[in-house]
C-alpha cells in the first residue's frame, strides 16, 4: 500500500504540474486567473487516474469527452496524435470548453496519458463568451467541435486548426492556448513516460487498483448512510419566469449512492440544460466537498456514485438544446437539491451547502465593431458562504477579480466592494472609464428567492433582475452587482 | 490555328462543358435537400491551374449569381494546399473572407492529375439549407458581426487521397441543423466531382494533357476575343453610376453603390471607389462576391452564345476600395450578399453601362421581398423554407424584349420548384402565385409582371423578412419606369397582419399561418410613350396592365366595353404626354 501511495502520489504530482504549467503559461484569464481547467491522467481502459481541478464542472466531463475521443477514434489512434473535442453532445458540459488528450503509447501500447480541459475565451456563437442567455439551441451559444484529430502523427493538421481559429472572435489567445494545453500535454507525456520506466505498466495497474479501492472506501465510509426511506428532495428555479425543477432521489445500494433524477423537469429552451456529465458533477460535488479527508479524484471515487438521469430532461437533455448556463446556474440548484436530500437522512451528519449562484456578466465591444476581442468574464463578488466569509465551494478556484487589473486592463473602475450590513451580502460598483462596451447579464432566478441583481445607473437607469443578452454599458455609466447573504441557501425574499 | 486544332478545341472544349453539364445533373438527382433537388441553387464548373492561379475553363448552366464567386473560392483552396494535393483529395471552403460570397454557398472542388501534376479542378458550389449559428437557415437580419452570420468554414480537406476525414466531415455535419439533408447534398457534390474526375482523366488519357490544355487555351481565348469585341464596340469613356440599398437591417439606409466604369478599347475597368464604408449589418458584399455580380452585370450585356469561362473576365478588371460595402474587412458579416447588396452592385453597373451600350443592358432585378420561414416536422427534425415562390420573379425589360418568366439573370439555372413537390417536402401550401396587374416597371418594353403570392405553413413556424426594393426600387433604364415597391405581409400568431417595412425576425405563427407577398416586377426599357399600343393592348386583355393603368403608364385609351384601342385618344394622350 505503501509503495502504491508512493506511485500513486507521482501520478497525481504530473497531473497537478500539468495544471499549474498550463496556468502559468496560458494566456487566458479564464485559465490564468479563474482556473477555468482540469488537468488528468486516464489509463488506457479509460478510466480515471488522477485529476487535479478546482471547477466542479470537469469531474466527469474530462472522462466522458475522453471516452467520447476514444470512442469515435476508436482503432485509429497512433502515437503522436491528439485529439480533441468542445461539444456538449460529445461528453461535455457546455461547448466553449475544450478536451484536449495527448494518447501516449510504450511498445505499441496505449498507457496512462494526459488530457487538459479548459474553457475557451470564445467560440464563435451569437455573442463573445459563449453565454447566450436566449440561446434554444446548441449552435447558437457556440460552435461544436465534435471529436477532431488536431495532430495526426505529430503532424499539426493545419486546416483543422484554422477553423478553430476562424471560428472565434478572439484567434490570439485561442492559438496561445491551444498550444499552451499541447505543450503541457507534451510535458506531461514525458514525465509519464519517465514514471513509466520507473514503475512497469503492469504495476502501476495493480497499484491503481488498489488506490481506486482505497478512495472508494473511503469515500463510502463516510457518505450518507443507512438510508431508508430514501432521500428527496426537489429545488425550483426559474428560466426568463419559466418554473423549472430539479428533483434527486438519493438511496444507498449495494456498493454506493445511486442518485436518481426522475421528476427533473424536461429539457428547456433556454441554455440551463445540463449535459449527462455536468449533471453528475454538480450532484456529486457537495457531497464529496462533505468528506472529512480532500479524497483523490479518481475512477474510485467516480464508481461510488451511480445515476439515474431521464433522457430529455433538463438533466440529460437531447440535441440542440442549449447548455452554457448549466454551471453557472443550473448546477447549484442541482447541488442544493443533492444536499436537501441529504438532509432527509436521519442520523446521517449535514451536508454543508456549496452552492450559491450569484449574478455575473459577460462583457465585450460593441459587436462587430473589432476584428479580434477578448471577452471579460466579469464575477466580481459572490454571495457569501453559509459557512464562513468566503464564496460558496461551487465559485470553484476563481481568483475574485482585482480592481486594479481592472484599471488597468479594462478601463473599468471599481468604486466600491463592500459587505452590506442589512442581509450580510456583497455589493460592487463598478464604472465605465473607457468605452462603450456591451455585457451579456447571467442572473440566477427563482420564485420568492433572491439570488442578488444589477443596477445599471446614469444614463440607462436599469435593474435587471433576470438575464439579459446585448445591454449597453456606457461610457462614465456605473453597474452595480449585489449578491445576497448566505450564498442561494437562504429562502429569504425581496 | 489549323483546322483540325479548331475542331478538337471544339471537341474538348465540348467535352468539358458536357461534363460540367453531368455534374449538374448529378448534383439534382442525388441531392437531398431541396434547395438543390427542386430549386437547383447550386453551380457546377470546370478549372484549370495556370501558373499560380486557378482558370474557369466550363461552366454548366446554372446559379449566375456563383459566377465568380466560385472562382475565387477555388483560388483560395488551390492557394491554400497548393504543395499539399493528391489524387483522391476533396476540398471544402465556404469562408467569405476566403473568396467566398454568403456562407451559406459552399464550394468542393477536387484535383485531376496528369503526369503527376494537378491540371484541372471539377468544383461545385451549392447554397446550404442551414449553416450553424444563431438562427435557422443562415439568413438573420440581426447579424453584426461574420460569426452571428454562422459557421466559418476555411479551406478544409475532407477526403485525404480518396480516403474520408471523417472527424473533419462529422465537425461540418454536427454544426449544421440540417445534417439530415446535408450530410447527403455534402455527398452529392462529392459525387459529382468524383464522377467529374473520372471523366475529366478519361479525356486527358485520350487527348493527352498537352492537347486538353491547347484546346481549353483556345477556348479561353475564343471567349476572351468575343468579349473584347463587345467592348471595343462601345464608345471609350469614364460612365458613372449610383444606386441605394434600402438599409442595412440595423437601421443604417440608402446605402450607396457607386460603379465608375472606365471603357477604353476593347477593355473594361469596373471601380466601386465612392461606395459606402462597410455597414453595420449583413449586406457587405465580400470582392468575390462584388466581382461576381459586376461580371453578371457585363454578361449580361454580351452575347449569350459566348461560353463561359476565364475569358470573360480578362478583358474586365474590377476594384474596390477596402473597407467598403463592396468589399469589406472581417469582421463584417455577410449572410445577404448574394441578394443585397448583390442587386444594387449589378444595378450601378449596368446603369453605367446604359449610357456607352444602351440596347445591351437591362434585364435587372434581384431586389428581393425575402422570407424564410422554419419549423418542426411530426418527429422533431427541422425544416427551413426558403419561401422561393414569394421572391421568384420581377425580370426587367431589355432592348427589345419585355422582362420574361420568373427568375431574373442572376438566377438563371436556379428553377422554380414544383408547387407539388414543395407541398410534400414542408408542411407548407402555396394558395396563390399569380400576375398581378400594373406591378412592374413600364417602358418601351415593360418588365416582367410583379406577383401576387400567398404561402401558408400548416404547422408553426418562424418567419424572418428582409425587405430590399422598398424605398430603392429596381431601376428601369433608358427612360424605362422603375419597378414598384416590394411589400410582405406576414399573419403573425394573434391573427395579425403585420406589414414588413424593412425587416421581421422569428414572427411566431400558428399553424396555417399565412404569408403575403406582393413581388414587384423589374424595370422598363425606353420610354413608355414609345410602346406599341397593341403590346399594351395585349397586356390589358393578359391583366397585366389595367385600363387605368394603360393610361396612366402608357398613354394608351381603351375602350372599356371592347377594349378596342382608341387610337385617337391614345394620339391625344400621349402627345399631351410629350411624346
Known amino acids: 500500500m505503501i509503495e502504491a501511495q508512493v506511485a500513486y502520489s507521482k501520478l497525481e504530482a504530473v497531473s497537478r504540474e500539468m495544471g499549474e504549467r498550463f496556468q502559468r503559461?496560458?494566456?487566458?484569464?479564464?485559465?490564468?486567473?479563474?482556473?477555468?481547467?482540469?488537468?488528468?491522467?486516464?489509463?488506457?481502459?479509460?478510466?480515471?487516474?488522477?485529476?487535479?481541478?478546482?471547477?466542479?464542472?470537469?469531474?466527469?466531463?474530462?472522462?466522458?469527452?475522453?471516452?467520447?475521443?476514444?470512442d469515435y477514434f476508436s482503432f485509429d489512434i497512433a502515437e503522436g496524435d491528439i485529439l480533441l473535442t468542445a461539444d456538449p453532445?460529445?461528453?461535455?458540459?457546455?461547448?466553449?470548453?475544450?478536451?484536449?488528450?495527448?494518447?501516449?503509447?510504450?511498445?505499441?501500447?496505449?498507457?496512462?496519458?494526459?488530457?487538459?480541459?479548459?474553457?475557451?475565451?470564445?467560440?464563435?456563437?451569437?455573442?463573445?463568451?459563449?453565454?447566450?442567455?436566449?440561446?434554444?439551441?446548441?449552435?447558437?451559444?457556440?460552435?461544436?467541435?465534435?471529436?477532431?484529430?488536431?495532430?495526426?502523427?505529430?503532424?499539426?493538421?493545419?486546416?483543422?486548426?484554422n477553423f478553430l481559429l476562424a471560428n472565434t472572435r478572439a484567434p490570439?489567445?485561442?492559438?496561445?492556448?491551444l498550444e499552451a494545453m499541447h505543450a503541457c500535454l507534451q510535458t506531461a507525456q514525458k514525465q509519464l513516460l519517465q514514471l513509466n520506466g520507473q514503475i512497469p505498466a503492469e504495476k502501476m495497474e495493480n497499484y491503481l487498483e488498489e488506490i481506486f479501492q482505497y478512495t472508494r472506501q473511503q469515500a463510502l465510509r463516510e457518505l450518507p448512510s443507512e438510508l431508508e426511506p430514501a432521500g428527496q428532495a426537489s429545488v425550483s428555479f426559474q428560466a426568463d419566469g419559466e418554473p423549472l425543477a430539479v428533483a434527486v432521489t438519493i438511496q444507498q445500494i449495494e456498493?454506493?449512492?445511486?442518485?436518481?433524477?426522475?421528476?427533473?423537469?424536461?429539457?428547456?429552451?433556454?441554455?440551463?440544460?445540463?449535459?449527462?456529465?455536468?449533471?453528475?458533477?454538480y450532484a456529486v460535488w457537495p457531497l464529496i466537498a462533505a468528506l472529512k479527508e480532500e479524497p483523490s479524484l479518481n475512477e474510485g471515487l467516480l464508481s461510488a456514485f451511480t445515476f439515474t438521469l431521464p433522457e430529455g430532461s433538463l438533466v440529460s437533455p437531447n440535441l440542440p438544446a442549449a447548455t452554457a448556463f448549466s454551471g453557472i446556474i443550473t448546477g447549484h440548484f442541482t447541488a442544493e437539491a443533492v444536499m436537501a436530500a441529504c438532509h432527509d437522512f436521519e442520523g446521517t451528519r449535514d451536508i454543508d451547502p456549496v452552492h450559491g449562484p450569484g449574478p455575473q456578466a459577460v462583457l465585450f465591444p460593441p459587436i462587430g465593431t473589432e476584428r479580434e476581442i477578448e471577452p471579460l468574464f466579469l464575477i466580481p463578488g459572490y454571495p457569501r458562504s453559509p459557512e464562513g466569509m468566503g464564496p460558496p465551494a461551487l465559485f470553484g478556484g476563481r481568483r475574485l477579480v482585482s480592481a486594479e487589473e481592472l484599471e488597468v486592463h479594462y478601463g473599468f473602475r471599481m468604486t466600491s466592494r463592500e459587505w452590506k450590513e442589512e442581509d450580510g451580502g456583497m455589493a460592487v460598483s463598478i464604472q465605465n472609464d473607457g468605452q462603450d462596451v456591451m455585457m451579456n447579464i447571467l442572473m440566477p432566478e427563482a420564485a420568492n428567492r433572491y439570488y442578488g441583481h444589477v443596477e445599471r445607473t446614469m444614463e440607462n437607469p436599469f435593474t435587471f433582475t433576470r438575464s439579459a443578452a446585448e445591454e449597453r454599458f456606457g461610457t462614465g455609466e456605473e453597474v452595480t452587482f449585489y449578491y445576497p447573504g448566505k450564498g442561494g441557501a437562504a429562502d429569504e425574499s425581496k | 490555328m489549323s483546322q483540325s486544332d479548331m475542331i478538337l478545341s471544339q471537341v474538348v472544349g465540348g467535352s468539358l462543358d458536357a461534363i460540367a453539364r453531368d455534374m449538374s445533373e448529378t448534383v439534382t438527382r442525388t441531392a437531398r435537400s431541396p434547395l438543390f433537388n427542386e430549386a437547383h441553387d447550386f453551380t457546377t464548373g470546370i478549372f484549370d491551374l495556370s501558373g499560380k492561379t486557378s482558370r474557369l475553363v466550363a461552366q454548366a448552366p446554372g446559379c449566375t449569381l456563383h459566377l465568380y464567386a466560385i472562382v475565387g473560392a477555388v483560388n483560395e483552396l488551390i492557394d491554400t494546399f497548393r504543395y499539399d494535393l493528391h489524387p483522391g483529395d476533396i476540398l471544402l471552403v465556404n469562408d467569405p473572407y476566403h473568396g467566398g460570397s454568403h456562407s451559406l454557398d459552399w464550394t468542393i472542388v477536387t484535383p485531376v492529375f496528369y503526369n503527376r501534376k494537378p491540371v484541372l479542378f471539377p468544383a461545385v458550389r451549392s447554397h446550404m439549407g442551414d449553416n450553424g449559428g444563431p438562427v435557422a437557415g443562415g439568413y438573420n437580419p440581426n447579424s453584426k458581426d461574420i460569426w452571428q452570420d454562422g459557421l466559418r468554414i476555411p479551406p478544409l480537406k475532407i477526403y485525404e487521397r480518396g480516403?474520408?476525414?471523417?472527424?473533419?466531415?462529422?465537425?461540418?455535419?454536427?454544426?449544421?441543423?440540417?445534417?439530415?439533408?446535408?450530410?447527403?447534398?455534402?455527398?452529392?457534390?462529392?459525387?459529382?466531382?468524383?464522377m467529374a474526375a473520372g471523366r475529366i482523366q478519361d479525356l486527358l488519357d485520350r487527348y493527352s494533357g498537352e492537347k486538353v490544355a491547347k484546346a481549353i487555351d483556345e477556348r479561353i481565348s475564343y471567349t476572351e476575343r468575343r468579349v473584347r469585341s463587345e467592348i471595343s464596340s462601345w464608345p471609350d469613356g469614364t460612365y458613372s453610376a449610383a444606386t441605394y440599398a434600402d438599409h442595412d437591417f440595423q437601421g443604417n439606409r440608402d446605402i450607396k453603390i457607386q460603379a465608375n466604369i472606365e471603357v477604353s478599347g476593347e477593355e473594361l475597368h469596373i471601380d466601386f471607389t465612392g461606395s459606402s464604408s462597410q455597414a453595420e449589418g449583413f449586406i457587405n458584399s465580400p470582392l468575390s462576391n462584388t466581382t461576381s455580380f459586376a461580371f453578371v452585370a457585363v454578361s449580361t450585356c454580351c452575347d449569350e452564345d459566348i461560353p463561359i469561362n476565364e475569358g470573360y473576365m480578362n478583358p474586365v478588371t474590377v476594384t474596390a476600395p477596402k473597407g467598403t460595402v463592396v468589399n469589406p474587412e472581417l469582421p463584417a458579416p455577410c449572410g445577404h450578399a448574394t441578394a443585397c447588396s448583390g442587386a444594387e452592385i449589378a444595378e450601378a453597373v449596368l446603369l453605367a453601362l446604359s449610357e456607352p451600350a444602351p440596347t445591351r443592358v437591362g434585364v435587372n432585378a434581384h431586389k428581393l421581398p425575402l422570407a424564410y420561414s422554419n419549423g418542426y416536422y411530426e418527429d422533431g427534425t427541422p425544416w427551413v423554407n426558403l419561401n422561393f415562390f414569394g421572391y421568384t420573379g420581377g425580370a426587367g425589360a431589355a432592348y427589345?424584349?419585355?422582362?420574361?418568366?420568373?427568375?431574373?439573370?442572376?438566377?438563371?439555372?436556379?428553377?422554380?420548384?414544383?408547387?407539388?413537390?414543395?407541398?410534400?417536402?414542408?408542411?407548407?401550401?402555396?394558395?396563390?402565385?399569380?400576375?398581378?396587374?400594373?406591378?412592374?416597371?413600364?417602358?418601351?418594353?415593360?418588365g416582367a409582371p410583379g406577383l401576387d403570392v400567398q404561402?401558408?405553413?400548416?404547422?408553426?413556424?418562424?418567419?424572418?423578412?428582409?425587405?430590399?426594393?422598398?424605398?430603392?426600387?429596381?431601376k428601369g433604364f433608358c427612360g424605362g419606369g422603375d419597378a414598384p415597391s416590394n411589400q410582405v405581409i406576414v399573419q403573425d400568431s394573434t391573427g395579425e397582419e403585420l406589414q414588413v417595412k424593412e425587416t421581421a425576425f422569428n414572427i411566431h405563427m400558428e399553424p396555417e399561418g399565412i404569408i403575403q407577398f406582393y413581388r414587384a416586377g423589374g424595370g422598363g426599357w425606353g420610354s413608355p410613350m414609345e410602346r406599341d399600343p397593341l403590346l399594351v393592348q395585349k397586356d390589358v386583355w393578359n391583366g397585366y396592365v389595367s385600363l387605368e393603368g394603360a393610361r396612366r403608364d402608357y398613354g394608351v385609351v381603351f375602350d372599356p366595353e371592347t377594349l378596342d384601342i382608341n387610337e385617337d385618344a391614345t394620339k391625344k394622350e400621349r402627345k399631351t404626354r410629350g411624346e
Not at chain 1, 479564464?30 to 478546482?54: G, Y
Open chain 1, 172 to 177: 490570439s489567445v485561442l492559438e496561445a492556448d
Open chain 1, 89 to 161: 453532445y460529445s461528453g461535455g458540459t457546455q461547448a466553449q470548453t475544450i478536451t484536449m488528450a495527448a494518447p501516449l503509447f510504450y511498445e505499441g501500447e496505449l498507457i496512462l496519458f494526459p488530457v487538459l480541459r479548459a474553457q475557451m475565451a470564445d467560440m464563435s456563437g451569437e455573442y463573445p463568451g459563449g453565454f447566450h442567455p436566449d440561446a434554444f439551441e446548441v449552435w447558437q451559444e457556440s460552435v461544436r467541435v465534435t471529436p477532431l484529430k488536431l495532430y495526426k502523427q505529430g503532424v499539426k493538421q493545419r486546416d483543422l486548426w
Open chain 1, 255 to 281: 456498493d454506493g449512492l445511486h442518485l436518481d433524477f426522475s421528476g427533473t423537469s424536461v429539457q428547456t429552451n433556454a441554455p440551463f440544460n445540463m449535459t449527462r456529465a455536468s449533471a453528475k458533477a
Open chain 2, 163 to 194: 480516403e474520408k476525414r471523417e472527424d473533419a466531415f462529422d465537425l461540418i455535419v454536427a454544426n449544421n441543423r440540417l445534417s439530415h439533408w446535408l450530410e447527403g447534398d455534402l455527398n452529392a457534390m462529392i459525387g459529382a466531382c468524383k
Open chain 2, 455 to 474: 404561402i401558408q405553413h400548416l404547422k408553426e413556424s418562424w418567419t424572418s423578412v428582409m425587405m430590399a426594393g422598398v424605398r430603392n426600387t429596381t
Open chain 2, 400 to 446: 427589345e424584349t419585355d422582362g420574361w418568366g420568373l427568375y431574373p439573370p442572376v438566377m438563371t439555372g436556379v428553377i422554380l420548384p414544383s408547387i407539388e413537390m414543395n407541398e410534400i417536402q414542408y408542411p407548407s401550401r402555396v394558395l396563390k402565385h399569380e400576375y398581378c396587374s400594373d406591378f412592374t416597371g413600364a417602358g418601351r418594353w415593360r
Open chain 1, 25 to 70: 503559461i496560458s494566456r487566458s484569464p479564464l485559465i490564468a486567473q479563474d482556473r477555468a481547467f482540469a488537468a488528468a491522467v486516464m489509463t488506457s481502459d479509460m478510466e480515471l487516474a488522477a485529476q487535479h481541478q478546482l471547477e466542479a464542472g470537469h469531474l466527469f466531463a474530462l472522462k466522458e469527452s475522453v471516452a467520447a475521443l476514444f
